[in-house]
């Protein structure tokens, strides 16, 4: 498509409602430039053959973890929990090469393109060769990914990741952890070239491993270089039970109460996981700014817990979706996790609906992840809106869960309803990258993808 191309859907959702005969003009730098409800389909217009919906950012990714997805899911022990399958994952962090890397993400971000999203957040601390020295360039692992995404034309935000310690009583890292090895000045520095780098659809924040990976002089050290700039930092937070006891141990303060006491985020930060918290603990991150980062599906694989979702969204706290280890890589099954595990904690149905205001469960989820997407992505807007990148997607109304509903219940059919491919297409910056779930280069994709697994899995 070109620039000034005009897309003409029958049904969109825009200003969080569905709507009828909407015409969408993409401008010469792939956002758009018009969005209009009710005019008839002009014939210049490039009609689109189903509901048309934004897309979604994937505010959290390890991309080299969707090598590990499904390899994990067998005991020999006694126990097995986050901590036990985080041992077993380190040793595909400790084997993957830089063209192994691309190989995976590729794969991985055609598969986040036939989920849904067209802009991933890449959490990325897998840095340095394998006996933990740098690379020649010491980005070579950020050059594969953004190589990875550059090939499928999904949208890339670079996080280098500050991980400076194994544990709050910890000095240094494990040695199992040494190709993590960061400090402040090495992620900023990284940050700064990803974001100089001038690539289409590449941009860069800053991260920190954790409130145990990065102690308070590792925090007010990246804060002080990052200073006033708008750009987005990631940090996990209050994932595990135990992490929340070793913070209460270290520091007498639970981790979301300790960050915002001491370190004073605002709206630039973006908490990932924040499953376990506390009405003030919620009411303090609100206070800040911050957003929340879900990540239902890798939260469930690793039995983290439940987050309060009925928290958070009383409390005003932007919210995104994260596919983290990859397990899932839609934010259809995001969304439905994310309310079915409320559904079974609380013995209730359609938790996340406000009756009166949206009743809509799906309505309500999927218009607080889109109004979230944008800022995690260190992006200004995100939607079906003038300004924002033209980055949507075309419902089949013939899949399955979609067939024969009611145009106003699309989204609830969607969500609670839909199995198997239910995209027509998926368009970035006014371009389409996947039709009927085919992308030109998924052939190659596919098979560098399981030479890489065939090379790291051969001596398992």
């Given at each position: 498509m070109s620039a000034g191309t005009l897309f003409f859907a029958p049904q969109a959702w825009v200003d969080g409602r569905w709507q009828s005969d909407v015409r969408l003009r993409v401008d010469d730098r792939g956002h758009w430039a018009a969005v209009e409800a009710g005019p008839p389909c002009p014939p210049e217009a490039v009609r689109l053959a189903g509901p048309v919906l934004p897309s979604l950012v994937d505010a959290h990714s390890h991309a080299f973890q969707r090598a590990f997805a499904g390899l994990a899911e067998q005991r020999d022990s006694d126990s097995d929990d986050f901590w036990s399958w985080r041992d077993r994952m380190y040793g595909v962090a400790l084997r993957t090469t830089p063209a192994q890397l691309q190989a995976i993400a590729a794969q991985l971000y055609l598969e986040l393109l036939r989920g849904g999203y067209t802009q991933v957040c890449e959490f990325h601390y897998l840095q340095h060769t394998p006996d933990g020295s740098a690379y020649p360039d010491e980005l070579a692992m950020s050059w594969a990914l953004a190589d990875a995404a550059a090939e499928t034309g999904l949208g890339l935000t670079m996080l280098p990741v500050l991980y400076a310690h194994a544990g709050f009583a910890h000095p240094a890292l494990r040695e199992d952890q040494r190709r993590f090895r960061t400090d402040a000045a090495w992620v900023w520095h990284a940050s700064q070239r990803l974001h100089a780098a001038g690539r289409p659809l590449l941009n860069a924040g800053v991260a920190l491993h954790s409130l145990r990976a990065a102690h308070a002089e590792d925090l007010r050290a990246l804060q002080a270089l990052v200073g006033d700039e708008d750009r987005p930092i990631h940090i996990h937070i209050s994932e595990q039970q135990a992490e929340v006891r070793d913070c209460l141990a270290a520091t007498g303060r639970r981790p979301m109460a300790y960050l915002c006491e001491d370190f004073r985020p605002d709206a630039r930060w973006h908490l990932v996981h924040a499953t376990h918290s506390t009405?003030?603990?919620?009411?303090?991150?609100?206070?800040?700014?911050?957003?929340?980062?879900?990540?239902?599906?890798?939260?469930?694989?690793?039995?983290?817990?439940?987050?309060?979702?009925?928290?958070?969204?009383?409390?005003?706290?932007?919210?995104?979706?994260?596919?983290?280890?990859?397990?899932?890589?839609?934010?259809?099954?995001?969304?439905?996790?994310?309310?079915?595990?409320?559904?079974?904690?609380?013995?209730?149905?359609?938790?996340?609906?406000?009756?009166?205001?949206?009743?809509?469960?799906?309505?309500?989820?999927?218009?607080?992840?889109?109004?979230?997407?944008?800022?995690?992505?260190?992006?200004?807007?995100?939607?079906?809106?003038?300004?924002?990148?033209?980055?949507?997607?075309?419902?089949?109304?013939?899949?399955?869960?979609?067939?024969?509903?009611?145009?106003?219940?699309?989204?609830?059919?969607?969500?609670?309803?839909?199995?198997?491919?239910?995209?027509?297409?998926?368009?970035?910056a006014g371009q389409r990258r996947l039709h009927q779930g085919q992308h030109e280069r998924q052939a190659v994709i596919g098979e560098r993808f399981e030479a890489a697994m065939a090379e790291l899995w051969r001596k398992t």
């Open positions: 009405p003030e603990e919620i009411a303090a991150v609100a206070a800040s700014g911050a957003s929340a980062v879900i990540c239902p599906t890798t939260e469930a694989n690793l039995g983290d817990g439940l987050c309060d979702l009925r928290g958070w969204l009383a409390a005003g706290v932007p919210l995104s979706l994260g596919s983290d280890s990859h397990v899932g890589r839609g934010w259809v099954e995001e969304l439905r996790w994310l309310e079915y595990g409320q559904r079974l904690g609380l013995q209730q149905r359609n938790v996340a609906a406000q009756p009166g205001v949206q009743p809509s469960t799906a309505a309500r989820l999927f218009e607080a992840v889109r109004r979230g997407s944008a800022a995690p992505a260190g992006l200004r807007q995100w939607g079906l809106e003038v300004g924002a990148r033209a980055d949507f997607l075309v419902l089949d109304p013939a899949a399955s869960g979609l067939r024969g509903l009611p145009a106003a219940a699309t989204l609830d059919g969607l969500v609670f309803a839909s199995q198997g491919e239910v995209l027509q297409s998926v368009y970035v």
